[in-house]
Nanobody, 125 residues
């Protein structure tokens, strides 16, 4: 059983940057593919980015390509999401997720086995 804890959210002005972190415990971190999702008020959970266990392959939603970067540090059991040029529409709760197969990182909620509690990102104009 893997436990995931997100941090790094907050209130930021449009155009600013944030780095979200997700610390994992309870398993061998490199065995898990990791993903980031977000959920805005009244909306479904949206895929943002994913990364394989070694960090060698990454995937992004078209809507965030060029502004968001996913990375991981397996020595620290942590996955990161760097967000640049923040926009009002980036306001959401951001969740990290883990899948038990390090290579099979998907783009839907059902592709993942474990979820964190989320961290709020609010962008002000």
């Amino acid at each position: 059983q893997v436990q995931l804890v997100e941090s790094g959210g907050g209130l930021v002005q449009a155009g600013g940057s944030l780095r979200l972190s997700c610390a994992a415990s309870g398993g061998t971190f490199s065995n898990y593919g990791m993903g980031w999702f977000r959920q805005a008020p009244g909306a479904g959970r949206e895929f943002i980015a994913a990364i394989t266990g070694s960090g060698g392959v990454t995937y992004y939603a078209d809507s965030v390509k060029g502004r968001f970067t996913i990375s991981r540090d397996n020595a620290r059991n942590t996955v990161y999401l760097q967000i640049n040029s923040l926009k009002n529409e980036d306001t959401a709760v951001y969740y990290c997720a883990a899948v038990r197969n390090w290579a099979l990182v998907g783009r839907t909620v059902s592709d993942y086995d474990y979820w964190g509690q989320g961290t709020q990102v609010t962008v002000s104009s």
